[in-house]
Nanobody, 114 residues
Framework: QVQLVESGGGLVQPGGSLRLSCAASGNIFRFYAMRWYRQAPGKQREWVATITNTRSTNYADSVKGRFTISRDNAKNTVYLQMNSLKPEDTGVYYC????????WGQGTQVTVSS
């Protein structure tokens, strides 16, 4: 069983930055890709970024060049550095580990507003 706990969300002005963290329990973290998703009010959850177990990364077009995903296997933690934030980045951000089972965190709220 894996538990994922996100942190780091908050209220930030447009153009600002936040760094999200997602800590995983257990001992399978380093073997799997990790993903960040987000869900804006009234919209479906959407994929944001992926980092594989070999640290290859991929990003949604909407965040490319502004967000950076990284991982620290020694800490069982994945990060999402978010720069140049826009109001449309507002939403609840979730991390995901998809092994044979699909694990989600509880989410962390990000609000970009002046």
């Amino acid at each position: 069983q894996v538990q994922l706990v996100e942190s780091g969300g908050g209220l930030v002005q447009p153009g600002g930055s936040l760094r999200l963290s997602c800590a995983a329990s257990g001992n399978i973290f380093r073997f799997y890709a990790m993903r960040w998703y987000r869900q804006a009010p009234g919209k479906q959850r959407e994929w944001v970024a992926t980092i594989t177990n070999t640290r290859s990364t991929n990003y949604a077009d909407s965040v490319k060049g502004r967000f950076t995903i990284s991982r620290d296997n020694a800490k069982n933690t994945v990060y999402l550095q978010m720069n140049s934030l826009k109001p449309e980045d507002t939403g609840v951000y979730y991390c995901n580990l998809n092994s044979p089972n699909n694990y989600w965190g509880q989410g962390t709220q990000v609000t970009v507003s002046s």
